[in-house]
């Protein structure tokens, strides 16, 4: 399988920074990653598909680039609501898998 | 609004089943696969299963081949993971979560429900 991986694994940041966040596929996957952010206690809310699509709802802060095997998610200027956990995932191959998420923290 | 809620969650021991439930709601559940994804206590997220819009296609992970089972009763707009032969390694909070499809994408998950925690300890 696939095994996605992400750095940093905590990232401290002050509000209004821009933040950077960095998924690597073992083996490309095109353009087939999403974004995901959970918050403590919530389930996951998709943010980005097809690498750099924003879902439905989601605030133009959050960018989403990359494909093969190295994406990049962006946050342009991170908002209190931000401070969160991200997760990365690839939908190419089967199974699906996540990466170990990035935590965003304040600085 | 759009909503998926899981039920069936709780505390069991070793080698004993439990069936969890995903009731979906404002969408025509019918037209969707649906998956089941887990997230033990402070760890990552794992996919476990998926089931085709119909029914008519199941594919799981391997650690729980052959002990889950997913199915759908779209009538009852409502998703079910029956779990057999439960291991602590099974303790987790499940979510039920729809497929994304061709309005986002095959296998990215647009909506999710809010979990459901299984423990499964003597």
């Known amino acids: 399988e696939i095994v996605m991986t992400q750095s940093p694994a905590t990232l401290s940041v002050s509000p209004g920074e821009r933040a950077t966040l960095s998924c690597r596929a073992s083996?490309?996957?095109?353009?087939?990653l999403a974004w995901y952010q959970q918050k403590p206690g919530q389930a996951p809310r998709l943010l980005i598909y097809?690498?750099?699509t924003r879902a439905t709802g989601i605030p133009a802060r959050f960018s989403g680039s990359g494909s093969g095997t190295e994406f990049t998610l962006t946050i342009s200027s991170l908002q209190s609501e931000d401070f969160a956990v991200y997760y990365c995932?690839?939908?190419?191959?089967?199974?699906?898998?996540f990466g170990g998420g990035t935590k965003v923290e304040i600085k | 609004q759009v909503q998926l809620v899981e039920s069936g969650g709780g505390v069991v021991q070793p080698g004993r089943s439990l069936r969890l439930s995903c009731a979906a709601s404002?969408?025509?559940?019918?037209?969707?696969?649906m998956h089941w994804v887990r997230q033990a206590p402070g760890k990552g997220l794992e996919w476990v299963a998926v089931i085709w819009y119909d029914g008519s296609n199941k594919y799981y992970a391997d650690s729980v081949k052959g002990r889950f089972t997913i199915s759908r009763d779209n009538s009852k707009n409502t998703l079910y993971l029956q779990m057999n032969s439960l291991r602590a390694e099974d303790t987790a909070v499940y979510y039920c979560?729809?497929?994304?499809?061709?309005?986002?994408?095959?296998?990215?998950?647009?909506?999710w429900g809010q979990g459901t925690m299984v423990t499964v300890s003597s």
């Open positions: 404002g969408f025509t559940f019918s037209s969707y696969g």
């Open positions: 995932q690839q939908y190419n191959n089967w199974p699906t898998t």
């Open positions: 083996q490309s996957v095109s353009s087939n």
């Open positions: 097809g690498a750099s």
């Open positions: 979560a729809r497929d994304g499809g061709e309005a986002v994408d095959p296998d990215a998950f647009d909506i």
